[in-house]
Structure formats: structure tokens, C-alpha cells
């Protein structure tokens, strides 16, 4: 008889790791199903199950070293705490991240089931995010977009008054200049772009006269196959679509374009989003200028100030599109930063120039 080895600390560790995160996001996953209704809430209580079965990998696996109690991943806290506070499209953002870095498809402990199933989890995710995504879309642009215009344009604004030579109170007027007027130009156009925008897109539904006049068309003549092909159908394919409407003789009506109109966002609300971050990016620059600080200090401070404030940004942009939340958070720092020090440069040599 050959005796079966005993798993080494480190396998063991590795594995109640395991253990402990499988419970915890399968309970995130029945938090969030709690918060939802029809297909949705059916969809994480099966990923919920689906991560118990791995759970129950890993305490056949670990015996009776299962029942001592392992601290879960600071990652996987996180998780938790937003799915109970929140229930929202971020924590998805999460979750999906989390399944992207899944360590099984590496660990010779780990079932190749076990691992496809944490791709497909991923996939599932993605897709009830989607939807989230796509409502917050419109407001989430005008809001980042914002936020980062008030900071680095403030910060710029700020940085190139003060290096010419400006008197701190000139630089904090200046500053508070610029968050009002770019937060009320901001809001104003942001009314008018997404106004404009909606009133394209809708302008793509069809007509309420078409369907009372679908039931007077000449049926040997059938132009409503043109409708489709105008969309992009082969002759074909829109003559098949256009015989199924047809067929609909009491209440038929053509079909509208996959439009989403409610994608763009309100422009109410998406002025007032762009109008409220702006002004909260434009305030970071002007804050140390607000305690009558004066010299160098100031701009330090409003720089470190707004590289943070360019990072976190950053990062909840990664975080909600899928993407690595550490190169987006960088990209929005270099931009930023880029930008300022151009004007930071422009009012050194105005000054030097006017000296």
C-alpha cells in the first residue's frame, strides 16, 4: 500500500487561502442577489453555487485543517462591505476583476474545471455589468470628463499665474475665476451636446403614421422591404423582415433601430454631473492658496494635491471599464501633469521675459 503524502505548510496555507476567498465571494455574489429580482438575481445565486462547489475542492482537499478559520483577502473584504453598502455596477466592476486573475489555471491543485469556470465567471460578470455600465455611461463621462478639465485646467490656470509672478491673492482670484467659469461653460455645454445628441439618436424611430399605413400598403408592391434595406439587410434578408411585419395585419408597426437613447444620459443630468465635478476638480488647486499660504509652498501642495486627486480618477476609470486601474491612474497623471507644467514653464518665461 502506498501512503498518501502529506500536503506541506505552505500547500496548506495556499489552500485555506483558497477556501476562505471561494466563501466569501460566493457570499458577495448572494449579497448582490438579495438586491436584485427576475434573471439577474438567478444568475449570481448560481455563481454563488458554483463558487460553493469549489469551496467544497479545497476542504476535501485540506480535511480537518478545513475547519480552522482563515482570514480573508483584504480584496475580497472590499468586496463584501460594497455589495452589502452598495450593490452596484462597481462592485461588478469587481468582481469581474477579480475572476480575471483567478490563480487556478496555474496551480497544479486546482481542477482544469475549476479554472474554466473562473473564465466563464468572468464573462458572466462582464455581461450583467454591461447593463450598469451602460446607464451610468453618459453622467460618468461628464463626470470624469470634468473633473479632470477643473483640475488640470485650474492647476495650469493656477500654476502659470503664479509663475509670472502674481500675487498669491491675484493667483486665488484667478483660480476661483476659473472654476466658475469653466464650471458654468461645462454645464452649459454639456446641456446643449447631449440635448442635441438625444434628439439625433431619436430621430431614428420610426414614425407613428408608418403603422396605420402598413395596413393600406400594396402588398404586391412591398416598399417595406426597402425600409430594412436601407438599414443595411441584403434583399433578401429585409424581404423576409418585411413579410413578418406584414404579417402582424391588426396592429403591425416597424420595428425601431437599436438605439439606445438613454445610454447618452439626461441632459439635465449630465449638465449638472459635469457642472458639480468640474467645480470639485477646480477647487483642489486653489486650496492651499485658501489658507494664504504663499511662494513655493502652495504649488507644491496643489500639485501633490491634484496628483492624487488625478490617480484616484484614474483608477475608478480603470476599474469600471475592465482595464488595469494602475496604467489608467498613471495615463490620467502624465496627461494632467503635462499639461500644467507647459503653462507652468509659459509663466516662468513671461515673468523672466517681463523682468
Known sequence: MTATRSPSREQVRRWRGYLADERAEAAVYRDLASRRSGPDRDILLELAEAERRHEQHWVALLGPEAERPTRVGARTRVLGLLARRFGSVFVLALLQRAEARSPY??????????????????????????????????????????????????????????????????????????????????????????????????????SAASGPALTRIDLDENEVALVFRARGMDEADAA???????????????????????????????????FLFFASGALVPIVPYLFGLTGLLPVVIASVLVGIALLLSGAVVGLLSGASMVKRALRQLAIGFGAAGVTYLLGLAFNASVG
Open 105 to 206: 489555471e496555474s496551480d497544479v491543485d486546482a481542477t482544469a474545471q475549476m479554472a474554466a469556470d473562473e473564465r466563464i465567471h468572468e464573462e458572466v460578470v462582464r455581461s450583467l455589468a454591461m447593463r450598469g455600465r451602460s446607464r451610468i455611461s453618459g453622467t460618468f463621462r461628464a463626470a470624469v470628463f470634468g473633473a479632470n478639465d477643473g483640475l488640470v485646467s485650474n492647476l495650469a490656470l493656477v500654476l502659470g499665474v503664479g509663475a509670472a509672478g502674481a500675487a498669491p491673492s491675484v493667483v486665488l482670484f484667478t483660480g476661483v475665476a476659473g472654476l466658475l467659469a469653466g464650471a458654468l461653460s461645462m454645464g452649459a455645454g454639456e446641456y446643449v451636446s447631449v440635448s442635441s445628441q438625444r434628439e439625433l439618436l431619436a430621430a431614428s424611430t420610426p
Open 240 to 274: 423576409r423582415a418585411a413579410t413578418q411585419v406584414l404579417a402582424e395585419r391588426d396592429r403591425p408597426a416597424l420595428p425601431a433601430d437599436d438605439v439606445d437613447v438613454e445610454a447618452v444620459g439626461t441632459p439635465i443630468g449630465v449638465a449638472f454631473s459635469s
